[in-house]
């Protein structure tokens, strides 16, 4: 096929509709100046809606020859995506009118970034891969940086930058290896190609390996994990909250997709590398966030330690590790809004306060926000009923069904230890000593975010039905042929 | 058939003359000039073998850009070339040791150079003479319709890298801005005032 067809844009139609959205945004935003922003922010949550609904009533299959890929799995994570990026643009309103950052590039660079995201959710061929990854990755640098006149924010975006920039490189290089020998980038060609993973050369394992690395950079996780606590205390906390929630949505979408998909064949390759670095962040998420005082610092440890949990589900190989990564995601989305909603909310005469002991006492002086805050809290440790039990529930049944009975432990294990430093949050927000109040009110749009967020968290387990069918849809629509499960057979 | 040869000799030798040249000359500004002289030999080297769309991009993206780039930045750092080179002696000895280590990976790559067997039967099947089709044509055929969303995703790429720029360098400070109109209706009257001085006194 070298014709463009109609089928083509239907099944981009998504991604065409935010990137001529994302554009008109833009001419409003300049014929405008800064006047708008609130305007454009509004505009800008409208199109994530819309998008959601073309993105669930899609075309599905291949187009473009074969470059990009619409499935259920992708139309799920485009979901959360844009639910994590529609939900941070509603939380940010108050802090970019306050914090002099109300400048229109802030909502049209964001939707630039879900646009890069979509890409990488949908890419079905190594050069598309790259697209959305810098898609998505420009945008954020520029984010990262974007309190300018800050020392602190200037500094995050370019260590994000420059470290971005060499996990892209590494990223490249081993597409380039896999290209080199297999003759081709297309996922659907390379996973012909590789097969069952008999028989195949070692440049390709070096590949595989290289863009393993560039992947892992993106998700965070330990051993690529160096940039996180710096970029996520140094950006604007707003920036940070999308940081921890949409792109970690796409990165591990597309870790997904590269490694069952294309590299199906080369299961007991990666499965030693995801393995490792499950192991890896979940202990240093665990242990690192111990001695951190800036909230936003242990909020970036708690990431990484959630990517482990994630990761122990892709380790797994099996449909239901990635049922169980889908559910994972699904509440650590809505927890994630949450944390961060509340994390926005703490001002103290008119400033950010970040620091942990500043929360002493919310208890007294906003039972609401400490209430919301501690269910948040409890449902990243893990503790049932709460939503958080389940993703880690059904990531840790998968990783038991497949037999990687250590990987299990040492997650339960590491869940015991990240449940101190959470806790220790709840205990300085109720039994501490009490500092001054927090600036009241909190802002109707934060309120409501975060109210939405905890009955989610709250209520999850009593209508649990859409996410688990939607989660069950998606990760059969990838239609594993299952090395995990040959590999327990075997084991057996 | 011996006028091309001569052309791709002449050329190549000054692409070498000048590459050496580059980073022989005393003056940096003189070797930006000749990295700018080795790209035009390259890219006439390109014209040569018929691959006139890169020669294009060689002279548009290298010439045009990049080297004008560092022309930019040679000029306005204040290099000292002499201090640079102090150590030159000193590092010789290791910089061709791995010259030559480069120079034996070359001849091992290139001696164990071998076409597979289909290849050679590819090559017997008959093509378009080169003459037939340019290859900026073929690549705009390619470009335009199997990677059309490739080529756009890499547009909108570059326009997020110009808005990045714009966001954060671009200042509006309070500049003092020409209003023509206000110029000219401007009256002697308004600017110049005159005043009787006499003589033995001051204003």
């Known amino acids: 096929m070298n014709e463009l067809a109609l089928s083509d844009l239907q099944t981009a139609l998504p991604e065409l509709w935010l990137a001529v959205a994302g554009m008109a945004l833009l001419m409003l935003g300049v014929f405008t100046s800064n006047r708008a922003t609130r305007l454009i922010v509004g505009l800008a949550i409208l199109v994530f809606i819309v998008a959601g609904v073309l993105v669930n009533t899609g075309r599905a299959g291949t187009a473009f020859d074969g470059l990009i890929i619409d499935d259920t799995f992708g139309a799920f994570m485009k979901t959360l995506i844009l639910i994590g990026s529609g939900l941070t643009l509603v939380m940010s309103l108050g802090y970019i009118r306050r914090e002099g950052m109300e400048r229109f590039e802030f909502p049209v660079l964001i939707v630039f970034a879900t646009l890069g995201m979509f890409v990488m959710v949908s890419a079905n061929d190594l050069m598309s891969l790259y697209i959305g990854l810098e898609m998505q990755s420009l945008a954020l640098y520029v984010c990262a940086a974007f309190q300018r006149d800050s020392l602190r924010s200037t500094e995050a975006g370019l260590k994000y930058f420059v470290l971005g920039a060499v996990a892209s490189g590494m990223l490249l290089y081993g597409a380039s290896m896999v290209y080199g020998f297999t003759g081709t980038t297309s996922f659907t060609a390379l996973a012909a190609e590789l097969g069952n993973g008999s028989d195949i050369s070692l440049g390709v394992v070096v590949g595989l390996v290289f863009i393993a690395a560039g992947l892992a950079f993106k998700v965070s996780a330990v051993p690529f994990h160096m940039w996180t606590p710096d970029v996520y205390e140094g950006a604007p906390s707003p920036v940070t909250a999308f940081f921890s929630i949409a792109p970690k949505v796409a990165a591990v979408a597309l870790l997904i997709r590269v490694l069952t998909g294309p590299f199906g064949g080369l299961f007991a390759e990666w499965q030693q590398i995801v393995f490792l670095l499950a192991v890896a962040s979940m202990l240093l998420g665990a242990f690192g966030a111990i001695a951190q005082t800036n909230i936003k610092r242990l909020m970036a440890y708690s990431s990484i330690g959630h990517v482990g949990y994630i990761l122990v589900g892709l380790a797994a190989g099996t449909a239901e590790g990635i049922n169980g990564i889908a559910i994972y995601l699904a509440t650590y989305i809505a927890m994630g809004i949450g944390a961060w909603g509340c994390i926005l909310a703490m001002r103290r005469q008119q400033r950010m306060v970040e620091d942990i002991s500043d929360l002493a006492g919310l208890s007294r002086s906003n039972p609401g926000l400490a209430a919301a805050f501690a269910i948040f809290m409890f449902s990243m440790a893990g503790i049932p009923p709460l939503a958080g039990f389940f993703g880690k529930f059904y990531v840790f049944l998968a990783a038991v069904n497949a037999g990687l009975y250590t990987l299990a432990v040492i997650g339960v294990l590491t869940s015991a230890v990240g449940a101190f430093y959470y806790i220790r949050i709840v205990k300085v927000m109720y039994f501490d000593e009490a500092g001054d109040a927090f600036d009241r009110p909190v802002g109707r749009e934060l309120s409501w975010v975060i109210g939405i967020a905890a009955a989610f968290t709250l209520l999850f387990f009593v209508y649990t039905g859409p996410v688990l069918d939607g989660a069950d849809a998606a990760s059969r629509s990838l239609g594993i042929v299952a090395g995990g499960e040959a590999q327990t057979a075997a084991l057996e | ?203």
């Open chain 2, 1 to 203: 058939m011996i006028l091309q040869t001569l052309a791709f000799y002449l050329f190549a030798a000054v692409l070498l003359a000048s590459a050496v040249m580059v980073i022989a000359s005393r003056n940096p500004v003189h070797s930006v000039l000749f990295l700018i002289l080795a790209f035009f030999n390259a890219a006439a080297l390109f014209v040569l073998i018929g691959a006139e769309f890169l020669a294009m991009i060689l002279v548009v993206v290298y010439v045009g850009a990049v080297a004008v780039l560092f022309l930019f930045v040679v000029m306005m750092l204040d290099i000292n070339l002499t201090e640079l080179r102090q150590g030159f002696l000193q590092y010789l000895p290791v910089g061709a040791l791995i010259g030559l280590v480069l120079v034996i990976e070359l001849i091992m790559v290139l001696g164990g150079w071998q076409l597979s067997p289909e290849l050679a039967a590819m090559a017997q099947t008959p093509t378009a003479a080169m003459s037939e089709y340019s290859n900026t044509a073929q690549l705009g055929q390619v470009l335009y319709t199997r990677y059309a969303f490739l080529f756009q995703g890499a547009g909108i790429v570059l326009l997020i890298a110009m808005m990045g720029a714009i966001v954060l360098t671009l200042r509006h400070r309070d500049v003092k801005r020409q209003k023509i109109a206000r110029q000219v209706a401007t009256k002697p009257g308004d600017t110049i005032e005159i005043r009787k001085i006499r003589p033995g006194e001051g204003v």
